[in-house]
């Protein structure tokens, strides 16, 4: 059974953490002279002279009512790869302890897993890009802290079937990590109703893709009290800027515009899938959950290449396990959509 204090570092178990000036006090004040900041104000319009809210408590209330979940229950980070590399300095003792990974999948899980000096155990989805449950069980042994599942998986686009992460969930004695960075382009439910079910899952969300928010840097842990208060304590202080709180809040406001480019970049994947589907190049293309299609082609360096020469950027997955010939691209505007388009019907 999952029990946090048996796979908690006893380092963060005993860490104190940094106590910022504004923590300090409570009651009303309106001088302040405890933290160092320049009291006069900002070369700028705004000014950004003070510290921000390291709880980031106004956004976090926002987003509480968009999703249904108690603040309490939410970590922001500078962008979700922020609270990826959390999750791993939480748990994950370097030298000693693992997680499992599911390529091909979101690249960061084994670059952050390197950084802290983490092994990261690859077991290869299947090959329709669903979980190896069977592979997974055999890989985890007595360190196996995390388990990174992303849902829709990036680079395949594809939802993961939500009973096998639900197995997983109910029987893994870590922390399973649901990623749902492209969950607002999925047919797929979030799992972030699920967290009173199952005290090991952390969901990870993003205002990065569908909230068009990616410049600001501002990532979504969704779990339990418990897990939510050791992140809390590992994060650098002030973690999300001033401007990325202000801007978000603003944002968390105009959701229907939101919902508008959803419906939207949904319609221009059916349509780009249709006018792709036909190249002679173009072996299959994969069904998407995502803002992103994987194509599998006869020769994708070469499409990549030209495309390159066109000035028309889209990411070359041909290298990746299980990814061999394949290319992924980003739905964009109708208007890039088609130069994308035209440009492609002329590759020989
Ligand atoms: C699956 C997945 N997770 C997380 C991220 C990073 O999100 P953020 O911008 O919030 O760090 C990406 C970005 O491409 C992603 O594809």
Not at 118 to 124: D, G, I, P, T
Not at 191 to 208: G, K, M, R
């Amino acid at each position: 059974m999952f029990e946090l204090n048996n796979i908690l570092r006893e380092n963060i178990k005993n860490l104190t953490p940094y106590s910022s000036a504004r923590d300090e006090y409570t009651g009303d004040a309106s001088v302040f002279l405890d933290a160092n900041e320049n009291a006069f104000g900002s070369p700028l319009s705004n000014a950004y002279n003070r510290y921000p809210d390291p709880m980031q408590h106004q956004v976090k209330l926002r987003l509480s009512t968009i999703k249904g979940v108690p603040a309490r229950n939410i970590f922001l980070g500078n962008g979700s790869d922020e609270a990826i590399d959390i999750l791993f300095r939480s748990f994950c003792n370097p030298g000693v302890d693992n997680v499992i990974i599911v390529p091909p999948t979101y690249g960061m899980y084994q670059v952050s897993a390197n950084i802290n000096d983490v092994e990261a155990k690859k077991v290869l989805l299947t090959p329709d890009y669903q979980l190896d449950l069977e592979g997974i069980a055999e890989a985890i042994d007595i360190n196996t802290k995390l388990i990174f599942i992303c849902s829709p998986n990036n680079p395949t686009g594809n939802s993961i079937n939500r009973d096998d992460i639900e197995t997983l969930l109910a029987n893994f004695s870590g922390i399973v990590v649901i990623d749902e960075a492209y969950i607002n382009y999925s047919r797929q439910k979030t799992f972030i109703q699920e967290l009173t079910e199952y005290a090991n899952l952390v969901v990870l969300q993003t205002l990065s893709k569908a909230w068009g928010l990616a410049g600001l840097r501002v990532g979504m842990a969704f779990a339990s009290e418990e897990i939510i208060e050791v992140m809390n304590k590992v994060k650098p202080p002030y973690n999300v800027n001033e401007s990325s709180q202000l801007l978000a809040l603003e944002a968390l406001g105009n959701v229907e515009q939101v919902n508008a480019w959803i419906k939207e970049t949904l319609a221009e994947r059916d349509k780009l899938v249709l006018n792709l589907k036909d190249l002679d190049f173009v072996l299959d293309i994969y069904p998407s959950d995502a803002n992103f299609i994987l194509v599998k082609t006869t020769d994708a360096k070469g499409i990549y290449n030209f495309l390159v020469q066109h000035g028309i950027i889209i990411r070359d997955r041909s290298k990746v396990e299980l990814c061999e010939g394949c290319l992924r691209i980003t739905i964009g505007t109708p208007a890039e959509n088609k130069t994308l388009t035209e440009t492609l019907q002329q590759y020989k």
